[in-house]
């Protein structure tokens, strides 16, 4: 087994743990982003949107709507819709909703609607994933490329402290790098930390909710060495993704995503963590498309 299975392998035992309930469920969870300089595809510049409705329909065979369901996205742009009886969703589609009357900051235009992804199925459970939903302002907004980009934060964030980032390098890091975990524990590729070290703490990197959860002093180091328990591995692949979003502008999330993830799956309950943990596994993978190619330090 590879260690992309075993981590599966083992994600699933820990889901069957969690899930005591035998009836059968499908879950279809997401994330919306404000699309605000209008691109029609995820950016730097997008953030995840709160508030924002969601629908979820299927057709059937004659393109009739045979079923739909609709949920609004909480602050961290995340939305979750179960399904009972574990329906084949495979033929359904996700789309922001706009309605005329609200069509205002950023939910004037709805992005295009993505299909759903089996995720897995086990355990009378099935996980849909769909890909990064957009909703856009009537007009680009000012912080657009042309002018110098805004930081964005989050609208209404609750108690939860950001840690500080410092500016990034002014030359992006275009070369397209992505590496699972293993291969950020090498110490021959210290000089491909960014922003944070070996030696962050867990709590400054990741903030409050982290350290309520893994305590001040773990580090980052001790973070990748992670294994055994749900909230461990995801606190290694959550400590990859972050690495990644700082080496690479190509890495599928941006590093506030990363950390409000990260929030969502400390927050939540074992399957909002296990999903992300295995959300994150994926992408520290590059999906097979991006390749691991640090050079070694001097
Ligand atoms: C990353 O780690 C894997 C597994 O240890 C190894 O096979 C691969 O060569 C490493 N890649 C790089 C670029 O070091």
Redesign the pocket.
Known sequence: MDSLQKFLFSSLLLLAAAVNETRADALVTGTVFCDQCKEGQRSVFDYPLNGVKVVVACTDNNGQVSMWKGETTNWLGNYAMRFDGSPDLSGCYAQVSVSGEESTGCAAVAGPAQGLRLLFKMFYMEIYAVDSLLSQPAQPMASCPGSIPEPVTPPNPPTIRFPPIRPLPPVPFWEGSV??Y??WT?PEYICHWKVVGPDTKVAVAFGLIAARRYGTDMSLKEGLQGRGDLYMTLLREGTAALLNSYNSLQFVYPTLVVIERMNWALLGSPQQALLTALLFSRANSGFGNVR???TPCK
């Open positions: 590496c699972p293993e291969n090498m691991c190619n640090l």
